[in-house]
């Protein structure tokens, strides 16, 4: 039978998310590349709304990413450590409130067009500078990020105490942070950068993060 897979491209993206959560649950699974995007319009049948990535298993074959990323919780026990709905109900809170920061950082990573000193500014200034956090950020701050994990979080974990989705969701947008802005955003961020290293060193994510599974870019 073949492994459970996430189609993409070959670069971290918005798969990598994907990727951390089975990492972390222990499942042993590939990546197909897509050659292009033509085959996301042509076969609406597999990519639903036109767009990647996907996810598949002998059980099922999802598109978009939160619906991917709460079946691997479910599935794989990473969903709250009590069975609680309230406590899923607390990382889906996170999950979406990162949902809502992502799309801001990513082009600062992958567009060429946002690799200035401008589009840097401009974001920190919205979205990481602390007293932005009182203006008008469309709920995409990383201070509301920082402060839910400082109330709902325990033992290190960002909901709860133990591992969950919202630690390897976390884990990416810390990194994606990390690489636009460095050191600079550990300073401001500390408890952000602490739960990233924290992460970073569980065993089961540590050898995904040194495997050829994980894509460069
Ligand atoms: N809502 C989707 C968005 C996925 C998305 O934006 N995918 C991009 C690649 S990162 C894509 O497929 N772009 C091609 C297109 O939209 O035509 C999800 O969360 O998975």
């Given at each position: 039978m073949s492994k459970p897979a996430i189609v993409y491209f070959p670069v971290k993206g918005a798969a990598e998310v994907i990727r951390l959560t089975l990492a972390a649950a222990g499942v042993d699974f590939e990546n197909e590349n897509l050659p292009g995007t033509e085959v996301l319009k042509q076969d609406l049948d597999t990519y639903s709304f036109g767009?990647?990535?996907?996810?598949?298993?002998?059980?099922?074959?999802?598109?978009?990413?939160?619906?991917?990323?709460?079946?691997?919780?479910?599935?794989?026990d990473l969903y709250g450590g009590s069975g609680s709905i309230v406590e899923q109900a607390r990382i889906d809170q996170l999950l979406d409130g990162m949902q809502d920061l992502r799309p801001k950082i990513m082009p600062l990573v992958y567009r060429d067009a946002f690799q200035?000193?401008?589009?840097?500014?401009?974001?920190?200034?919205?979205?990481?500078?602390?007293?932005?956090?009182?203006?008008?950020?469309?709920?995409?701050?990383?201070?509301?990020?920082?402060?839910?994990?400082?109330?709902?979080?325990?033992?290190?974990?960002?909901?709860?105490?133990?591992?969950?989705?919202?630690d390897l969701v976390l884990f990416d947008l810390v990194e994606l942070h990390q690489r636009v802005f460095g050191e600079r955003f550990d300073k401001q961020y500390p408890a952000m950068a602490a739960h990233h290293a924290k992460i970073g060193v569980l065993p089961a994510v540590a050898d995904y993060l040194a495997s050829a599974l994980r894509p460069e870019k």
């Open positions: 767009q990647c990535p996907r996810y598949h298993d002998a059980d099922c074959d999802l598109v978009q990413t939160p619906a991917i990323l709460r079946y691997l919780a479910r599935k794989h200035t000193d401008e589009a840097r500014a401009e974001f920190w200034g919205t979205h990481a500078e602390p007293e932005a956090a009182k203006g008008q950020c469309r709920g995409a701050h990383m201070l509301y990020i920082d402060a839910f994990v400082a109330k709902h979080g325990k033992d290190g974990f960002a909901v709860g105490g133990q591992l969950s989705v919202a």
